[in-house]
């Protein structure tokens, strides 16, 4: 049984070597297929997939610089119409203080003008009246002698 027993010891320090044989052939089982392929047919793929990539990403960043060429220049544009228009509003804003100081200045004149005129036809009415109220106690003083008179005549 000696003999029996030396046979399942071997075995047991082959195991391990046994462990590492299937492990490697179970790596070489799943990188078979890809070890399988020709690497010059595999890297020409990959170059031809990162050339296609590279390209679309150089046209978009192409395209990506284009508008933003444009949006540049839609925006200065804006801002140029936007200075132009402040200085167009103050310009306006000047004028439109000239002309209200001018308004004013004639506003005033005209006032000043309508109340002398006032003034000129207020007198004017007052010496009117007074003569008529002069003109009314004068007859009035007339009709009161002449009424006395006649009572006792």
């Known amino acids: 049984m000696n003999k029996q027993e030396e046979p399942t010891i071997l075995p047991e320090v082959n195991q391990p070597k046994n462990i590492m044989q299937s492990a490697k052939e179970f790596m070489n089982g799943v990188l078979s297929p890809i070890k399988g392929k020709d690497m010059t047919q595999m890297v020409e793929e990959y170059t031809a997939e990162m050339t296609l990539v590279a390209e679309g990403l150089s046209e978009d960043q192409q395209r990506l610089k284009e508008e933003t060429s444009k949006l540049s220049a839609q925006q200065t544009e804006l801002e140029q119409r936007l200075l132009d228009g402040f200085h ?22 005209a006032e000043k003008s309508i109340s002398d005129h006032k003034d000129k036809k207020t007198s004017g009415i007052a ?21 006395l008179i006649r009572a006792f005549t």
């Open 127 to 147: 010496a009117i009246l007074r003569q008529a109220t002069w003109l009314v106690a004068i007859g009035s003083g007339a009709w009161i002698i002449t009424t």
């Open 88 to 109: 167009d509003t103050d310009v306006s804003v000047e004028e439109l203080r000239q002309e209200i100081s001018v308004l004013k200045s004639r506003l005033e004149k």
